[in-house]
């Protein structure tokens, strides 16, 4: 039967339409988002021993948070700075029966019986940031962080060449595994003295009174090594009020530990990329769950360290400023 040809064009416009209309629904689909209006099934729990409002833990939830918007999976993020609170946070996750967990391990021995737990159940686990020696006894997928042992020694040997003879390397939290690693590594390398100096992250104020008053008790301490952004900002100020021309370096960033490296009052900052450590884990478990799929091979997957320094501080500026660096 002969169609007149501008029922063939209206027809072939409905079509169009049609079309149109499937291709909305489909990107409407897969919309960035978290929580519960995620496309798929997938349920991550993200478990930090971060405080709440640390500059580098808000880094590693912004990246885990944007992993499962572009995937369009739920991501929950919980952290505390308490092992035994940390490790009821995992059990918790485990009788929710998450898809899988991602979990930091400052404190591996106060988490070894949730994460085993978790194993045992079915649900992957994949440790970051702290653990790494640990994180395949436990029965974890792999682990996300950069390793601490080899990160303190590049700082050491940093350190050395800028001819820091007597370094301060300022611990603020008491037991965490990898803190004491990035201390260690720093006296494999700097050929000279490294003393370590408790802080307490919650009281940045006393930290800055404390380092302070060190520096004045010994004049030959040239060097303090924060492991912190907070604690880093808090020993510039500390040298300043003291007197003490020590060179000041620290591990990870924040913008204003960006602007004190490009004003040259922080030497550099050895970055480990958290947004990494937020981000890949979930990409992970999610090749895992859906594609059986496993990365690292048994090894850990690095993010760091790198460094910033003054020559590359104005081109990370801007990325710290948007919450990825």
């Known amino acids: 039967m002969k169609v007149p040809g501008r029922l063939l064009v209206m027809a072939a416009a409905g079509v169009l339409m049609l079309a149109a209309c499937s291709d909305d629904d489909s990107n409407g689909s897969q919309q960035p988002n978290t929580g519960g209006g995620a496309a ?63 979990v930091s391990m400052a404190n591996p021995d106060a988490l070894a019986d949730p994460i085993r737990k978790a194993v045992a159940e079915g649900i992957p686990v994949i440790t970051i940031n702290s653990g790494q020696d640990r994180s395949a006894e436990f029965g974890a997928l792999a682990h996300v962080g950069q390793d601490e042992t080899v990160a303190g020694q590049g700082a050491g040997s940093r350190l050395a060449s800028e001819g820091v003879k007597k370094l301060l390397c300022v611990v603020h939290e008491a037991g965490n595994i990898g803190l004491e690693q990035r201390c260690n590594g720093a006296k494999e390398t700097l050929g000279g003295t490294v003393e370590n100096l408790q802080v307490d992250i919650n009281n940045v104020a006393e930290a800055q009174n404390t380092i302070g008053s060190k520096l004045q008790q010994d004049s030959s301490i040239d060097g303090v090594l924060a492991l912190n952004p907070a604690v880093a900002m ?15 370096a620290t591990f990870d960033l924040s913008g204003d530990v960006v602007d004190a490296i490009s004003a040259g009052k922080i030497s550099f900052a050895v970055d480990q990329q958290q947004y990494e450590q937020g981000y890949l884990p979930i990409v992970m478990l999610h090749l895992y769950v859906t594609n059986a799929n496993t990365v690292g091979g048994g090894k850990p997957v690095l993010t760091g360290p790198g460094f910033v320094t003054k020559d590359n501080a104005a081109k990370v500026k801007d990325l710290a400023a948007k919450g990825t660096r």
Do not use: C, P
């Open 234 to 248: 808090a020993a510039v100020d500390a040298v300043a009020s003291s007197g003490s021309s020590a060179k000041v």
């Open 40 to 102: 798929s099934s997938e349920r991550f729990a993200v478990i930090t021993h971060g405080s709440a409002g640390d500059a580098f833990w808000d880094v590693v939830k912004k990246g885990a948070e944007q992993a499962g918007a572009d995937l369009g999976v739920s991501v929950s993020y919980q952290s505390s700075g308490d092992a035994g609170q940390q490790a009821d946070l995992i059990n918790a996750a485990v009788a929710d029966k998450v898809s899988g967990l991602v």
